[in-house]
């Protein structure tokens, strides 16, 4: 399986900044997700990143609040724009080769005040 | 809508003490279902995927049985370290997972 890593691990935010979380795998793979757990809950799929193109986002998601670019096969970012208490959770890049199973990162734990 | 419900929400067991995990799921065109493994602060750790109705896979302690409409862990003799949360998650025909609410297992010596 890839070796996926994220930065930062954790952050503190202050209400109304922005927040960017990479995510790097150490191989070229089709499919890149982002996730959003928050606390006690399960995860929820925010977008799906599309290499050179833009993203695919779930319902509930949008561009605006969750920008995401995927320049290569092997990287990802995502940021929380214009941050509030509600966005504290953990966010999670996961990785997948056509078909097959994904792979989590991680996670980046985001705390904002 | 894709749906995973994921029962009990948590369970305590006795060090050597078996038990099973259900995962009930709806799903618009079953591609696999997953067992993954989530220790506190850390990622999602892939256990098992199951691809059809009878199908069955084991690690270590760990069994995981697949029906057309839920699947079960199956913990033999669990020690303290199979403490964590077990999330089980259903892919689509689109490739999408739909995650359940998850099982919070307590394994006490």
């Known amino acids: 399986s890839a070796v996926i890593s994220q930065k930062p691990s954790r952050d503190i935010c202050q209400r109304g900044t922005s927040l960017t979380i990479q995510c790097q795998v150490d191989?070229?793979?089709?499919?890149m997700f982002w996730y959003r757990q928050q606390p006690g809950q399960s995860l929820t799929l925010i977008a799906t990143?599309?290499?050179?193109?833009?993203?695919?986002?779930e319902s509930g998601f949008v561009i605006d609040k969750f920008p995401i670019s995927r320049p290569n096969l092997t990287f990802s970012t995502l940021t929380v724009s214009n941050m509030s208490p509600e966005d504290s959770s953990i966010y999670l890049c996961?990785?997948?080769?056509?078909?097959?199973?994904?792979?989590f990162g991680p996670g980046t734990r985001l705390l904002v005040l | 809508e894709d749906q995973v419900t994921q029962s009990p929400e948590a369970l305590r067991l006795q060090e050597g003490e078996s038990s099973s995990l259900n995962c009930s799921y709806t799903?618009?065109?079953?591609?696999?279902l997953f067992w993954y493994r989530q220790d506190p602060g850390k990622g999602p750790e892939f256990l098992f995927t199951?691809?059809?109705a009878g199908e069955e896979k084991e690690k270590e302690r760990l069994k995981a049985t697949l029906t057309k409409k839920e699947s079960f862990l199956h913990i033999t003799a669990p020690k303290p370290e199979d403490s964590a949360t077990y999330l089980c998650?259903?892919?689509?025909?689109?490739?999408?997972?739909?995650f359940g609410g998850g099982t919070r297992l307590m394994v006490k010596p």
């Open positions: 199951l691809y059809s």
């Open positions: 996961s990785v997948a080769a056509q078909q097959e199973t994904q792979y």
């Open positions: 998650a259903v892919e689509n025909a689109g490739n999408m997972l739909t």
């Open positions: 990143a599309n290499q050179g193109s833009e993203a695919t986002y």
């Open positions: 799903v618009s065109g079953l591609r696999g």
């Open positions: 191989s070229q793979v089709t499919m």
